[in-house]
């Protein structure tokens, strides 16, 4: 499966356009931020993007795709990636059990972008975005977005939520709450007994078994992306010129030991791409560049 049918192709697309957008506010508001003080290991000048390109085979030794990883270390970003990738393959049989329509033909395709923030001011959330569509014997959209504060605002948590929340009112008047309670299942440590984050949206298997149903689960996916920009951009800007101390940034440094330990031991996208070949740099871009797990 090396070449991309119309569907398959659009949504590349999209993705792709998505992550340049994303890319470029973000370095505007590290323009904007560039007189505000910063830790002692930021950059001088404000923040840029640097992209490195990769490609993987699949379990068989074909070749199998790849992606670009897009990592800025700024004076307000501490560490954000946003990652784009294209792949294709066969899974392995046993791995192919565990997803959907592969069982029966482990060929698969999957393009989608992922993207982790993690601020300098303990203030400002974190951030994590995903959207992405596969294609088995069967196809569809998945993804979400979440708010991962140290230190929760209210008015933050609010403004996140109602920006997907209209977008999911846009698509059914069932999204939101299925979708807001799906995050909140799973973005869960179970091992903590606590929620990663403040919630948002998480969705899964949005299936696409012809073209109507397409175009309806990829305008929702396209909405999930316009919403994250609408939202998160203010945040960072109403909250990076917050004063802060060392005690709330030890409460940060904490904090993204919880953030750490959801991602490397449940979270699905990370066990993806290390059981699908993928680059274990772009996989792992989602954790924090510095954490604290003393007590």
Known sequence: MTKMDDAQLAAETWFRNLRDRICSAFETIEDEGASLPALPNAPSAPGRFERRTWERADDYGEPGGGGTMSIMQGRIFE?????????????????????????????????????????????????????RFLTTTKRWFGGGADL????????????????????????????????????????????????????????????????????????????????????????????????????ERLKLLRYRGIYAEFNLVHDRGTQFGLKTGGNVDAILMSLPPEVRWDS
């Open 79 to 131: 560490k954000v990636g946003v990652n784009i990738s294209t792949v294709h393959g066969r899974f392995s049989p046993q791995f192919a059990s565990t997803i959907l329509g592969a069982g029966e033909d482990p060929h698969f395709f999957a393009t989608g972008i992922s993207l982790v923030a993690h601020m300098a001011n303990p203030h400002v959330p974190a951030v994590h975005m995903n959207t």
């Open 148 to 247: 991962n504060p140290a230190l929760p605002y209210d008015s933050d948590t609010a403004a996140f939520k109602t920006e997907l929340q209209a977008a999911c009112d846009r698509h059914s008047p069932t999204h939101w709450a299925d979708f807001s309670d799906w995050c909140d299942r799973y973005f869960f440590v179970p091992h903590r007994n606590r929620a990663r984050g403040v919630g948002g949206i998480f969705y899964d298997h949005l299936e696409c078994p012809d073209a109507e149903a397409f175009e309806r689960n990829f305008a929702f996916t396209r909405d999930v992306g316009e919403a994250f920009l609408a939202a998160f951009p203010p945040i960072v800007r109403a909250r990076m010129a917050t004063p802060w101390n060392e005690a």
